[in-house]
């Protein structure tokens, strides 16, 4: 079966400090890849997706930015966080192909509160 | 307009109610629709995926109207346990599989 991991759970960095989270998964390969925000009492916000190994697109623009150095492995870095990037980080993977029918999983999510 | 739109909520309902929510999305295109769960401060789970035909799982019941764009789902004899916020979610059959999560509606279901 698949397994979706995301570290840190919480995480509490100052504004201006950089940040790394990863994702990985397991039990799959050529996964898709997604990364979203919800912010507190808000929607999802899709961030980044990737369909392969070093293609990322970008759907807002922001001081975020992902990579995915592995198959299974998706990382979300920023060199200075703002304050408006605390939320909620979620990573998701689907199934690729199969028309449009891929639903996603999550992962646990990583609280970020930034200070 | 919101390309997904939810019933705003919260819906407060007692144990053993029927609570239906609502959504209704923009893109006559859309190709697949999903219901998550999403429990508090936890992340969305798949409760349903939604086939052109309705499909029934236990007490939950999802329905799709493609004239009207419209998406439904029912929850029957309701228990404490099924208090969370539900996601109506469409994928549009784009590159990447991307989904467009609804606000969302919150449940609350009591003794």
């Known amino acids: 079966s698949q397994t979706i991991h995301q570290w840190p759970a919480t995480l509490v960095q100052p504004v201006g400090s950089p940040l790394s989270l990863e994702c990985t998964v397991e039990g799959t390969s050529n996964p898709n890849l997604y990364w979203y925000r919800q912010a507190a009492g808000r929607g999802l916000q899709l961030l980044f997706y990737s369909v392969g190994i070093g293609q990322i697109s970008s759907e807002v623009p922001q001081n975020l930015s992902a990579s995915r150095p592995q198959d299974r492995q998706f990382i979300l870095s920023s060199k200075k966080l703002l304050l408006s990037d605390s939320g909620f980080y979620l990573c998701?993977?689907?199934?690729?192909?199969?028309?449009?029918?891929?639903?996603?999983?999550f992962g646990p999510g990583t609280r970020l509160t930034v200070l | 307009r919101k390309e997904v739109e939810q019933d705003p909520g919260p819906f407060n309902v007692p144990e053993g109610a029927t609570v239906a929510f609502n959504c209704t999305y923009s893109?006559?295109?859309?190709?697949?629709f999903f219901w998550y769960r999403q429990d508090c401060r936890k992340e969305p789970k798949l409760l349903m995926s939604?086939?052109?035909s309705g499909n029934e799982d236990g007490r939950f019941t999802a329905q799709l109207n493609r004239a009207s764009q419209y998406i439904s789902l029912l929850i029957r004899d309701s228990k404490l346990s099924d208090s969370a916020t539900y996601l109506c979610v469409v994928n549009n059959g784009n590159q990447g599989g991307k989904l467009i999560f609804g606000q969302g509606t919150e449940l609350s279901v009591k003794p």
């Open positions: 939604v086939y052109s």
């Open positions: 998701a993977w689907s199934r690729v192909g199969s028309g449009g029918f891929n639903e996603q999983f």
């Open positions: 893109n006559s295109a859309s190709q697949s």
